[in-house]
T-cell receptor, first 112, second 116 residues
Framework: KQEVTQIPAALSVPEGENLVLNCSFTDSAIYNLQWFRQDPGKGLTSLLLIQSSQREQTSGRLNASLDKSSGRSTLYIAASQPGDSATYLCAVPNTNAGKSTFGDGTTLTVKP | NAGVTQTPKFRVLKTGQSMTLLCAQDMNHEYMYWYRQDPGMGLRLIHYSVGEGTTAKGEVPDGYNVSRLKKQNFLLGLESAAPSQTSVYFC???????????????FGAGSRLTVL
């Protein structure tokens, strides 16, 4: 059974800092890995999807990497802003019908 | 382009009442999912569907039923609501696994259900 772990559970940084969020998964037989952002009381917004054949994916100040062999993905946020404050979740689809296993998320607070 | 739409957004029920949550997507996705999100428990899959007319159980299916009579709609029913079903419910959809870029999950905004 796939297990997804995100460390740390919470992170607080001053504005302008570069930071890394971690996602670990136990079964490396994955199609892809997806990073989401969730604002309080809202739904999940997809940030980046990395295919299993890719090593990284970039969107603006966000860069996600994937190392299947070690079961790890990182989300790098450059020059953090208060508007980046949210919970970030990673999700790994299982091979059976694409059901995804989610990590519990990292709650990020960026202080002005 | 609406994406995934969930109705209602909020609902309060008494124990034993029934209700249906509706999820509609306009992206022609084959797969649809219902998740619940609880503090400290993360997102847990309730039921899912891989196509019109099909449904399957997820991690926590007890107390819920689903139907997918049309490709664009996925209904989640509670026949006899219990306080343990107080949660935020999210619907998601995706193309079927195997297509390039598949399984990009698109989520609805959520439905907050309180059972008294």
């Amino acid at each position: 059974k796939q297990e997804v772990t995100q460390i740390p559970a919470a992170l607080s940084v001053p504005e302008g800092e570069n930071l890394v969020l971690n996602c670990s998964f136990t079964d490396s037989a994955i199609y892809n890995l997806q990073w989401f952002r969730q604002d309080p009381g809202k739904g999940l917004t997809s940030l980046l999807l990395i295919q299993s054949s890719q090593r990284e994916q970039t969107s603006g100040r966000l860069n996600a990497s994937l190392d299947k062999s070690s079961g790890r993905s990182t989300l790098y946020i450059a020059a953090s802003q208060p508007g980046d404050s949210a919970t970030y979740l990673c999700a790994v689809p299982n091979t059976n019908a694409g059901k995804s296993t989610f990590g519990d998320g990292t709650t990020l607070t960026v202080k002005p | 382009n609406a994406g995934v739409t969930q109705t209602p957004k909020f609902r309060v029920l008494k124990t034993g009442q029934s209700m249906t949550l509706l999820c509609a997507q306009d992206m022609n996705h084959e797969y649809m999912y219902w998740y619940r999100q609880d503090p400290g428990m993360g997102l847990r899959l309730i039921h899912y569907s891989v196509g019109e007319g099909t449904t399957a159980k997820g991690e926590v299916p007890d107390g819920y039923n689903v139907s997918r009579l049309k490709k664009q709609n996925f209904l989640l029913g509670l026949e006899s609501a219990a306080p343990s079903q107080t949660s935020v419910y999210f619907c998601a959809s995706s193309f079927r696994t195997g297509i390039s870029g598949a399984n990009v999950l698109t989520f609805g905004a959520g439905s907050r259900l309180t059972v008294l």
